[in-house]
């Protein structure tokens, strides 16, 4: 597939970048005053009419500039919530909630049980607050959940490339100017090739995770293995820049003071969130065993 960004997707990029350097702390609110909230629901429910794959763009630039705010999961989940029959809305296959990009509590419920032996432990990076979370009991509501999974595991590819990106951006920039030896550290083979290595990889994700959110945003019968090799593939690289770029920091990269260390947990979470690497390359062994 030949895959170019449109005027309109570079111009988004630009404003996006701009404004979460500016402001990389913002409050939901001020995102969803921009549209971010809803750029993938439809015009006549109140969104931007966009596809996921224009949505894509400002996931990766939340993962560039570490945005902590639940920007991700409440554009992801946002255009398939089901509506809730207790409020006088009535459960819909497709459902929306009505004037969902303008409310501040949303209550669903489910569960999910995957077989597995061992011990259950959750993931949770308490530097992100996701909202309030308040366990009740009620009649189970019918949705499809496939299509948010995915949508998800989509999303957090394209948050670990910009991730990656960012965590290359710092190790450029460091060696650039750090001088030894009378020379700056980047002229050394040992401190600049793993950087050109961060690059390849970074540009191998981040094709991998457009792929992936171009059939997520298609709805494509390729979608889920799509997912899976991207999430496998651009979480690893996160991981990687971080170390990376931690290491050519020398010292100052293992402080708290440096921000390297946020960007390195931030990828260590997403590599194990949905199922590490082994289990999302496993989904794509298991699609192409059955192809043959």
């Keep these: 597939m030949d895959f170019a960004f449109t005027q309109e997707q570079e111009e988004l990029r630009r404003e996006a970048r701009a404004f979460l350097e500016a402001n990389p702390a913002a409050p939901l609110a001020e995102l969803r005053e921009l549209g971010w909230l809803g750029v993938s629901v439809p015009e006549e429910r109140g969104g931007g009419g966009l596809s996921f794959l224009d949505e894509a763009i400002l996931f990766e630039e939340a993962g560039r500039a570490l945005y902590s ?10 255009p398939a919530l089901p509506e809730i029959d207790e409020q006088a809305w009535s459960v819909e296959v497709d459902g929306f909630v009505p004037d969902l990009l303008h409310v501040d509590r949303v209550l669903t419920e489910g569960m999910r049980s995957l077989p597995a032996e061992g011990e259950m432990l959750a993931t949770m990076d308490e530097a992100r607050p996701l909202g309030r979370l308040t366990a009740a009991g009620g009649e ?3 949705g499809e959940w496939e299509p948010v999974r995915l949508r998800l595991l989509a ?28 020379k700056k ?3 050394y083979q040992a ?13 191998l994700a981040r094709s991998l995770a457009y792929w992936a959110a171009w059939c997520v945003a298609e709805e494509d019968e390729q979608a889920a293995v799509a997912v899976a090799a991207a999430k496998a593939q651009c979480a690893e690289t996160a991981v990687a820049a971080c170390e990376r770029s ?5 010292g100052i990269g293992f402080t708290w003071e440096h921000p390297l260390h946020r ?14 690497a082994a289990a999302q390359r496993a989904i794509v ?7 043959s």
């Design 69 to 78: 705010g639940p920007f991700l999961t409440t554009a992801v989940v946002l």
């Design 140 to 142: 189970a509501v019918a």
């Design 155 to 182: 999303a957090l590819a394209l948050e670990a490339v910009g991730i990656a990106q960012r965590a290359l951006e710092l190790g450029i920039e460091y060696v650039s100017q750090r001088e030894q030896f009378g």
């Design 191 to 203: 401190v600049s090739h793993p950087l050109a290595d961060t690059y390849v990889e970074t540009e």
């Design 246 to 250: 931690i290491q050519v920091h020398g």
């Design 263 to 276: 960007y390195y947990k931030r990828a260590q979470w997403l590599d194990a969130f949905g199922g590490h």
């Design 185 to 187: 550290i980047g002229a």
């Design 285 to 291: 062994a298991a699609a192409l065993l059955d192809e």
